[in-house]
């Protein structure tokens, strides 16, 4: 317990103290102790500056409502997206477990558009054909869904979730 005090003091110190000089010391009982006074024993610990980020104010970077129109009125121009491969709660055997979905909307994309695969909440391709090879997809039961994304990446039409499940040999078989 005291050596995890007097850790986490040391980091609090390293964290608030980056233009001073810092001691380090370990005692006869291997207990670390940190300071801003030189310690009887004790080494001189180099501290990197500190790399602060400056946010912009939450007002600045909310979505205005032209934007919102504008994804809007792009999302509208289709009448839907969903996938053809693999069909909901469908199960198969991909011995290295590459995937390859199947996509279509109606109408066909426009210019500036792509579709974008996520699988379990993870993006994981985009693409202006109707495929997308996802490689090494990990055995088990998985959600995937096909969204419409424009040149900026904001989703502007998004299908139906889909189940499948993935059957890969394993080391015991």
Do not use: C, W
Request: proline share 5%; net charge negative; aromatic share 6%.
């Amino acid at each position: 317990m005291k050596t995890s005090l007097a850790l986490a003091t040391g980091l609090l110190v390293l964290a608030t103290t980056a233009q001073a000089e810092v001691y380090r010391h370990v005692d006869q009982y291997g207990n670390v102790t940190y300071s801003d006074e030189p310690i009887d024993g004790g080494e001189t610990v180099k501290v990197k500056p500190v790399t602060t980020i400056t946010l912009p104010k939450p007002e600045a970077v909310q979505e205005t409502d032209a934007l919102r129109q504008q994804v809007a009125e792009q999302g509208a121009a289709y009448d839907s997206v969903s996938f053809t491969y693999p069909q909901n709660d469908q199960a198969f055997h991909s011995g290295n477990g590459n995937v390859t979905f199947e996509v279509q909307s109606s109408p066909g994309l426009q210019n500036d558009h792509k579709y974008e695969v996520t699988l379990d909440g993870q993006p994981v391709g985009q693409t202006r054909s109707n495929q997308l090879t996802v490689e090494n997809i990990y055995r088990g039961t998985h959600e995937a869904r096909v969204h419409i994304v424009d040149n900026n990446g904001v989703q502007v039409k998004t299908g139906s979730p889909i189940s499948f499940t993935v059957h890969r040999p394993s080391v015991q078989n």
